[in-house]
């Protein structure tokens, strides 16, 4: 198997083979060849599109764009599961009925008839897909995306194999039955290979062989699977990051069947600009830390403020998507009327911003906090004021301080007025999440990102305005400000009419912050330094220090003026 950079990628001899071993996609026929090649929406004209986690977070924006920007694709086939009483189609009619759907509703009011739900639960044999729906599958799809995947940081490895790798296998083999099938895009992440620092634009060799590991794990019960794999995920920090790691190895081992891109995307955010800015619909990864922040509950976080907060918004990098969708197969195409009989590679596209338009977790921490103050939440817990440190001591104390204080006392009053007490069960459970998240907050990567880069340089100038992922026009602080307002219109379903009283709601926690300190002060007072004529010595000794600072500070400040 050939994983090593230096493998022969030679694009179908298009590309070109960088002294660093790393194939680029380099700019094909004097960078004209975009110009020759269909459009994106031409492209998908007449195309019958098969998505996998259509009814997750960066699915649902990639069947809205596809929708709305190619409105001549012939029809989407989504495999959905039923869930939570459910049926699939109930699931698919809901998800069409959201918010984000709305500017596609305004354009094609219709357009509901071009999706397909087709049921399936990705964990089971053969994808508990029917087999006539195999065999409708089998005739029509032209291109496959595949996003599915549990991402969940603390999935036990048996559930995140069976998802994010034996499912992948298991749609790999229904691919190859596709008759019809131009291009097969897989979604990966930016940190499948986060035991490194520098990643390239390659499949690198698996931590284990995919079959060997599943062949293991078939025959152990999940005590044992738990008590081993910390040994096993090695130097990555969870089980999704291993698997994901795994999946690429299974992809690749289908490049020269398939045509194959895979999408690495860095840590995915509420949407730039499409369908409208600051579009976000879960908690996962930072946005769960902003509402977090917001509410107020959130004071401490370990996070390194030097280090690249590597953000890249969700529909950039679903334009990305689709363009490589596009590329993959129009590519395929041509050489194959060239007759070219060389082995064929998956082309990996590493979407993050860090390398291009860097950002940093303190600047992040200052504008989310700044546009919080802007824009409060309803019925924050404290004024939102968090900080972010690398320090674990300082950290651990205000943790204690600034966390399990505070919720000590509002579970106490809680228990006084006869409710159930439940702060420390809130902060217990955000504990848990921003421990699984500071790996990521703490340290920074360097993606190379030249293959996304070139395939920008592909498109025509129409393309590029339609399905733009220049990630250099992202002006940071106008994108986190829209972030924050989107985690609380579309997350918290919170109106923007409310703010007036929100505002009011933070000028009366301050109120109580001043007298809960102010009564402090007279406690300490009365207790400590009141008894003790030492303590009052000191307490005079401290008091008149900062008198004379003060007035110091002012007569050195009426000369200098
Ligand atoms: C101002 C400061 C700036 C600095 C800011 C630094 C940000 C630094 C981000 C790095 C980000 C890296 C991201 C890698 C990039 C990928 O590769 S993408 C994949 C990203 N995957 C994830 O983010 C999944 C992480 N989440 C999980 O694994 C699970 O949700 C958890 C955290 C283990 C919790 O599991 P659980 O206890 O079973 O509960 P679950 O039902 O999932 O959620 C429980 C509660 O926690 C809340 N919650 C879930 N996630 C979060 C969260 N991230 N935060 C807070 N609450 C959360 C839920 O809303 C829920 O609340 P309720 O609705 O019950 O009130
Ligand atoms: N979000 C992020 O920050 C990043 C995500 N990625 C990758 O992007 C892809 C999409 O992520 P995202 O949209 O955020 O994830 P979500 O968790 O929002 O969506 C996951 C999707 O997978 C589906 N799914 C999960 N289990 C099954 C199953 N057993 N059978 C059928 N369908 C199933 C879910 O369906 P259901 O609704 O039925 O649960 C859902 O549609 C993933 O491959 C992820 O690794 C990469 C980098 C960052």
């Not at 996998?52 to 012939?74: N, S």
Request: net charge positive; charged share 20%.
């Amino acid at each position: 198997m050939s994983t090593e950079p230096s493998a022969e990628r030679d694009l179908d001899g298009l590309g070109e083979q960088a002294t660093d071993g790393h194939t680029r996609l380099t700019d094909i026929s004097g960078g004209t060849e975009g110009r020759s090649m269909a459009s994106i929406p031409e492209y998908y004209a007449g195309k019958n599109v098969l998505i996998t986690g259509a009814t997750g977070f960066m699915g649902k924006v990639l069947v809205e764009k596809l929708l709305r920007a190619c409105p001549e694709v012939r029809a989407l086939y989504l495999l959905v599961r039923p869930k939570a009483g459910q049926s699939m189609e109930q699931r698919v009619s809901d998800m069409m009925t959201c918010k984000l759907f709305d500017r596609v509703r305004e354009v094609n009011p219709d357009f509901h008839q071009k999706i397909i739900p087709i049921s399936s639960e990705l964990t089971q044999p053969g994808l508990a897909i029917s087999p006539e729906d195999v065999e409708r599958l089998s005739a029509c799809i032209n291109v496959v995306f595949h996003c599915a995947a549990t991402i969940r940081f603390d999935e036990p490895l048996k559930h995140a194999l069976q998802l994010n790798v034996i499912a992948t296998q298991q749609l790999l083999s229904l691919a190859k039955q596709m008759q019809h099938l131009e291009a097969f895009v897989h979604i990966s992440t930016a940190y499948a290979n986060c035991n490194r620092k520098h990643i390239d634009e390659v499949i690198y060799p698996p931590p284990v062989e995919p079959k060997k590991l599943i062949d293991s794990l078939e025959w152990m019960d999940d005590s044992i699977v738990r008590d081993i794999t910390p040994r096993l995920i090695g130097d990555r920090p969870n089980t999704y990051t291993y698997t994901k790691a795994l999946a690429e190895c299974v992809v690749q081992q289908e490049q020269d069947k398939l045509n194959i891109a895979i999408i690495r995307p860095s840590i995915v955010g509420a949407s730039w600009q499409e369908p409208v800015p600051g579009w976000i619909d879960n908690f996962n990864g930072p946005s769960g830390v902003f509402i977090a922040a917001g509410k107020g509950i959130l004071r401490t976080m370990r996070a390194n403020n030097d280090a690249v907060a590597d953000l890249v918004p969700v529909d950039m990098v679903i334009n990305l998507t689709l363009a490589a969708g596009w590329y993959t197969a129009v590519h395929r195409r041509k050489t194959e009327k060239q007759n070219d009989e060389r082995p064929k590679s998956a082309l990996v596209y590493n979407c993050t911003t860090g390398g291009i338009n860097p950002f940093h977790w303190g600047q992040i921490e200052h504008h989310v906090m700044s546009s919080f103050k802007r824009n409060p939440l309803e019925q924050a817990f404290r004024r939102p004021n968090a900080n972010i440190t690398s320090n674990y001591l300082m950290n651990q104390y205000w943790i204690l301080v600034s966390h399990k204080f505070p919720a000590l006392i509002y579970d106490f009053v809680l228990r006084l007025s006869g409710q159930k007490p439940q702060m420390m069960r809130i902060f217990n459970r955000l504990h848990k999440a921003i421990g699984l998240l500071e790996y990521f907050s703490s340290q920074d990567w360097e993606w190379n990102s030249e293959n996304m880069s070139m395939l920008m340089s592909q498109l025509t100038p129409e393309d590029r305005r339609t399905f733009n992922f220049d990630v250099r026009q992202l002006n940071w602080p106008e994108y986190i400000e829209n972030y924050c307002i989107g985690t609380k219109k579309y997350v918290l379903n919170e109106d923007m009419s409310d703010i007036p009283a929100a505002r009011q709601h933070l000028r009366k926690l301050r109120n109580i912050r001043y007298t809960f300190n102010t009564l402090l002060v007279v406690f300490i007072w009365r207790v400590f330094i009141a008894r003790s004529q030492m303590a009052r010595n000191i307490w005079y000794f401290v008091v008149s220090l900062c008198f004379k600072f003060l007035s110091y500070f002012r007569a050195s400040s009426t000369i200098t003026k």
